[in-house]
């Protein structure tokens, strides 16, 4: 195993999977084909589709599910709990037992731009579009361009050009 890679054995890496060096997988499953860059954390309990692109210094917490073909932008990270605290009301350090993993769903085809912070309770619509820097507070309906923070649904993406070379 290269020095620069931390992947736990429980990770399930999918057949052509590319890793870049500097990455921090545990407890996690990535799909065929999908290429990783450095300096991504993903979570145990994540899922990343097959033929996805996880731009360097990417977050994915635990409680993401990413499928096929979706594109994450530099920087993005998601978030899975609605009111973090560091303590008990009693005032000991939180452990797993005291909160419950909040879910967030990016479906097939959706691209997220760089910089964005996904909260969690949120599904990201087939083919949508989150633009650069945005903070997605609510679901974002398929085949939609949302920008902003928080982010507002500008309009709908419009068909791709087919065999433009």
């Known amino acids: 195993m290269d020095s ?3 992947i736990a054995p429980d990770v399930k890496l999918g057949r052509d999977v590319k890793l870049s060096k500097f990455i921090n997988l545990y407890g996690c499953e990535i799909g065929d ?19 996805c692109k996880i731009s360097s210094h990417t977050f994915i917490c635990e409680g993401v599910t990413i499928e096929d073909n979706v594109f994450i932008g530099h920087g993005v990270t998601f978030i899975n709990d609605s009111y973090p605290r560091a303590t008990t ?3 000991d350090i939180q452990t797993e037992r005291d909160w419950r993993v909040e879910t967030t769903l990016v479906k ?3 691209s ?9 309770n949120i599904v990201i619509g087939e083919n949508a579009i989150v633009g650069a820097g945005s903070t997605v507070t609510k679901d974002v ?14 309009r709908a ?8 070379k």
């Not at 997220?112 to 969690?120: K, M, P, R």
């Not at 398929?142 to 500008?154: D, F, K, Q, S, Y």
């Open 33 to 51: 084909e999908t290429k990783i860059g450095a300096f991504v954390e993903i979570q145990k309990n994540a899922k990343v589709g097959s033929r």
């Open 4 to 6: 620069y890679l931390c």
């Open 141 to 154: 309906p398929a085949n939609t361009i949302v920008a902003g923070n928080p982010a507002r649904i500008l």
């Open 89 to 91: 009301s009693e005032g």
């Open 108 to 110: 097939k085809g959706a």
């Open 157 to 164: 993406v419009e068909p791709q050009l087919s065999n433009l």
């Open 112 to 120: 997220i731009g760089s910089g964005a912070t996904i909260l969690s």
